[in-house]
């Protein structure tokens, strides 16, 4: 399961809502008072001192297994219109351990026409059924040494019941029809599933539980003009005389339930293999020609993950499918992935940016870690998706450096750190299974074996992976398996750190000075733990390594273990007093980092020396306050300019942004407009220079706009920088742009037509407001408003009744319905005094109906 779509969200609040620029993170805390020096024992903080008023949460432990799911044949046709399923199941079982003479199967809005041993013209069962569990008569005792089958016909009601969801899985339907009635004309109809958590018994009778595991066929009757897509591989396809066909798929390898699917449209399919293996991308047909763009690297990525675990791809396909209106960003169902629409594109809409290929690798490293080995309960879920978290960290450091992962693990971080209270990673006292998909499972997760790597060495961990994989193959498991596969195979104990880094809370919170004695040419380093709350250790045992820096840039490194609340180290045979002194510095610690006592001249040569990521990015976070003050800071802001990552550029050039610019630092921007290999800093130079106002950089936004073979988002910025240039130039650069559906495109077309409205382009903004997403509706939609209330301001009425049903309808993407909440909230102040009252009672309805907790607490602070 891939979070994807709420960190698009947070990018796109970040970006629609912030007074300033986003910039490099800082993961330092406020300073924290510090304690008197004294040492403290290795221990972790009781949970309550009154024993009167211990509350002990709710355990929620792995799901006990009477029975054991061997193999399930299914056969499932569909009512479209009606968003039913009519099925028959034929279920393979024996008893887990014990004699048992009923069978209880999780059945979520089922209706049932027969129940009977063995098969259709079988004896009939007694059963009693509650409308979530089927409880199942077997007439007699089985033993552990005996299978038995049974018989279900049915027919499912998906749409029926109470609906639940999460902020990662938005919906527990399982089964979905999109379009069922062929009545919006911009989707396609199309049916599919979605089992996690355990979504699958809402159209299939199971034991839906992750510490389960079957194989299972499915034929799967639908019209002829469609395709359909399921687990493991397609045998064949047979035409009915009624004009429907039946397809027949099998998934012999043993998986957990809520790992079956099944995906149903009008598909192009265009299929190739790897190691003699089939691999398929099922896409629409408009974008049948981008399907290796919009699923990137998928061969490359399938050797390189088969090579650095040393366990290669163990299924029989790998196939990827986009889906309309998914509830979650994809999904890791075996041998068959689940995508969201947002990953569709163009070559030139999806250059520039790492976000598909992070997906397609987090999904595929699903298939070792939550396919292949399943995580034995929903507190165990990091096991899942931790590991799938971590593959995106070793995909961009094989594909684009270290560097560039480094960045994208601090960002990981910093979401963990915001994803407050702190609760273990394996967390037996949750409220609710879907509070596991959260910025601990993942982020914390991923980073923690980020962590891991860095303590035992690269070739220790991928081979104690490798013995973890392969020990418990086609089984379900639980921390210990890990830590015991590290601990057999590295021969040490490694307890102490599974204890605090996925047991306990929180993460060290470090303060951190020195002291130089020239005389006995020492360096003496204290560190201080002030981290404190509920259930996070006092202290932390963590071994560290620590740079010390000559005038130079040269460095020595020494490794030091803190394991006392408080801790000096001293380093011997030091030389020369150190400028700086760098704690953890290649960024591996989960945790924070506060200096007591660094200049800001040691800041600005900790920039310069260290080649460390989040080094660096935290000096040059910590800079821009002082340096602002001081003056200097658009001299720093042209040292930025140069730098070899891109986001130090990106910062650069927001800097000038905020601050004015120079003809020394334009000269700059403008080559890194014309030629900057990032798109992200390509676009905001060339923002840049259209905010100059001077006319000579219209031939070079000319140049652009007449180059086909850019990214969308480079010539939506040239088209807005035109704008601001010469604007009949860029009226006169509109018509071949008018037609692309792109976002950036689109807004910027809205941009020019809101600053010289006419009736012409109202039927711009009345096709594509269905249309229009990302961090682009918020300009789009606002420029619609613009246009209208110039020209047609009587039917404004009916715009803004229109965003309000589009805010509160939650199939709706959240960013679009954020966007549609906002532009209402801020026309209320200008609005006539009827219309206001309308727009404020609107704003109520939507806050009241909104179901993203982050959404809710975003409207709660801002509206």
Request: some cysteine; proline content about 5%.
């Amino acid at each position: 399961m891939n979070k994807i779509f709420l960190v698009l969200l947070a990018s796109f609040l970040i970006a629609s809502c912030s007074t300033t620029k986003p910039s490099i993170s800082d993961t330092n805390p406020p300073k924290i008072e510090t304690k008197e020096l004294e040492e403290y024992v290795v221990k972790a903080k009781p949970i309550h001192k009154d024993p009167e008023k211990i509350v002990v949460p709710t355990y929620q432990g792995t799901r006990t297994l009477d029975n054991d799911l061997l193999h399930s044949k299914l056969a499932v046709s569909f009512d479209i219109p009606k968003q039913e399923l009519m099925g028959q199941a034929t279920l393979t079982l024996k008893p887990m351990f014990y004699p048992v003479n009923t069978l209880v199967l999780d059945a979520k809005g089922f209706t049932f026409s027969k129940v009977k041993l063995n098969n259709a013209t079988g004896k009939d069962l007694k059963y009693q059924y509650d409308d979530r569990q089927i409880i199942i008569n077997l007439g007699r005792y089985y033993e552990r040494t005996e299978t038995y089958k049974v018989y279900l016909d049915y027919v499912a009601h998906p749409t029926q019941g109470p609906k639940g969801g999460s902020a990662a899985i938005q919906s527990d339907q399982g089964l979905y029809f999109v379009d069922p009635n062929e009545t919006d004309p911009d989707k396609p109809t199309q049916i599919w599933t979605q089992g996690e958590t355990e979504s699958n018994s809402k159209w299939c009778p199971t034991i839906d539980t992750p510490n389960e595991r079957a194989t299972h066929e499915l034929a799967i009757t639908v019209p002829k003009k469609f395709v359909t897509l399921s687990n493991g591989v397609f045998e064949r396809g047979v035409v009915n005389k009624d004009g429907t066909r039946t397809d027949f798929w099998k998934m012999d390898m043993p998986q957990t339930p809520y790992l079956m699917m099944m995906a149903v449209g009008e598909y192009a399919v265009i299929r190739d293999t790897w190691n003699g293996k089939p691999i398929a991308y099922y896409v629409e047909p408009q974008y049948k020609e981008y399907a290796t763009d919009i699923f990137p690297y998928t061969k490359e990525m399938l050797t390189f993950f088969s090579n650095r675990l040393g366990v290669p791809y163990p299924w029989q396909k790998y196939d990827q499918v986009v889906v309309r209106d998914f509830v979650s960003g994809a999904m890791e169902n075996t041998t068959a992935v689940v995508f969201q629409e947002f990953v569709n594109g163009t070559k030139r809409e999806l250059l520039g940016q790492h976000r598909n290929e992070l997906i397609v690798a987090h999904e595929m490293f699903h298939h070792w870690f939550g396919d292949y080995i399943t995580c034995e309960s929903w507190a165990n879920t990091t096991l899942n998706e931790g590991f799938a978290n971590y593959s995106e960290y070793l995909w961009l450091e094989h594909k684009h450096g270290k560097e560039t992962a480094d960045q994208h693990l601090l960002e990981e971080l910093n979401g963990y750190m915001n994803n407050t209270p702190y609760h273990p990673l394996i967390n037996y006292h949750y409220v609710d299974k879907e509070d596991m998909f959260d910025g601990h499972s993942y982020n914390k997760g991923g980073c923690t074996l980020h962590m891991l790597r860095n303590i035992v060495g690269d070739d220790a961990f991928f081979a104690s992976l490798k013995r973890y994989l392969t020990t418990n193959a086609l089984s379900s498991i639980e921390l210990a398996e890990l830590r015991m596969a590290f601990e057999d195979e590295l021969g040490m104990d490694m307890h102490w750190f599974f204890d605090q880094w996925y047991e306990k809370s929180g993460h060290p919170e470090l303060e951190v000075t020195h002291t130089y004695d020239a005389s006995a040419k020492t360096v003496t380093l204290t560190i201080e733990q002030v981290q404190k709350g509920t259930d996070i250790p006092e202290v932390f045992l963590l071994p560290l390594k620590v740079d010390i820096y000559n005038s130079a840039g040269k460095a020595i490194r020494r490794s030091i273990e803190m394991n006392t609340r408080k801790q000096s180290f001293t380093i011997n045979n030091i030389d020369y007093n150190p400028g700086v002194v760098e704690l953890d510095p290649e960024g591996v610690l989960l945790g924070t980092i506060n200096y007591l006592n660094r200049s800001t001249i040691a800041w600005k040569e900790l920039y310069h020396f260290n080649p460390s990521y989040r080094s660096r990015a935290h000096a040059v976070k910590k800079l821009i306050a002082p340096l602002r003050e001081k003056g200097e800071l658009k001299g720093f802001a042209l040292s930025l300019l140069k730098d070899s990552f891109w986001e130090f550029r990106q910062t650069g050039l927001y800097i000038l942004e905020g601050m004015g610019t120079s003809p020394e630092s334009l000269g700059l921007v403008e080559r890194l407009a014309q030629s900057d290999k990032n798109v992200k800093v390509r676009e905001q130079a060339i923002k840049l220079l259209g905010a100059t106002g001077d006319l000579k950089y219209t031939p070079l936004m000319e140049r652009i706009l007449s180059d086909n073979t850019l990214a969308y988002a480079i010539t939506g910025a040239a088209l807005t920088a035109l704008n601001k240039l010469d604007p009949a130039k860029a009226a006169k650069s509109l018509k071949p742009l008018e037609n692309i559906k792109n976002q950036s495109i689109m807004a910027s077309v809205s941009s020019i037509y809101a600053n010289n409205p006419s009736l012409e382009h109202l039927s711009f903004f009345e096709q594509n407001l269905p249309k229009i997403k990302g961090f682009e509706a918020v300009d789009f939609i606002g420029n619609y408003v613009t246009v209208l209330s110039k020209l047609q301001p009587e039917k404004l009425p009916k715009l803004f009744e229109k965003l309000k049903d589009m805010a509160t309808d939650m199939k709706q993407a959240p960013e679009r319905r954020f966007a549609c909440t906002k532009i209402i909230a801020d026309n209320i102040i200008q609005a006539p005094p009827a219309l206001r009252t309308t727009l404020s009672t609107y704003v109520k309805t939507i806050k009241e109906k909104e179901t993203l907790d982050e959404l809710k607490s975003i409207y709660k602070q801002m509206f």
